[in-house]
């Protein structure tokens, strides 16, 4: 509890801090691969969003996670008709979509979004994949 209690209050620190720097992007929160896996480890109420393409998706992906293509012409409303009260956890090939994705659902009101960067650094780092 108390490690989950301090790397909570780590991880909001970080985010406070690169939102706080000259010229932050939504990707300046992107965590370190073994930093994602344990919040996906801490936080199993993270709802998982994949923003691949279904082709990609289908190769390998993080268990339960949402598949969202970014590159379909229906993201904007299904990432819109999400709940932006929950806790979502984006990631995508190598961390470019799912800092795009993230910007998007920061301007549509999601109070909080993590992005967990690229599948293969998270798998390497201990992430389960589904195939």
Do not use: K, W
């Not at 998982?48 to 993080?62: C, Q, S, Y």
């Not at 009101?109 to 599948?119: K, N, R, S």
């Amino acid at each position: 509890m108390h490690r989950r209690a301090t790397f909570t209050v780590l991880s909001a620190l970080a985010l406070l801090l690169a939102a706080c720097s000259s010229g932050a992007t939504a990707a300046s929160g992107l965590l370190q691969p073994r930093e994602a896996v344990d919040l996906l480890a801490d936080r199993p109420e993270l709802v998982v969003i994949d923003v691949r393409t279904p082709d990609e998706f289908a190769t390998g992906h993080l268990a339960d996670a949402q598949l969202i293509d970014i590159q379909g012409a229906a993201f904007r409303s299904e990432i819109g008709a999400l709940d932006r009260d929950e806790p979502y956890f984006v990631y995508c090939r190598s961390g470019n979509r799912s800092a795009q994705a993230i910007a998007v659902m920061e301007e549509l009101g999601f109070v909080e979004v993590v992005d967990g960067g690229g599948l293969a650094e998270l798998a390497a780092a201990g992430a389960p994949v589904v195939r």
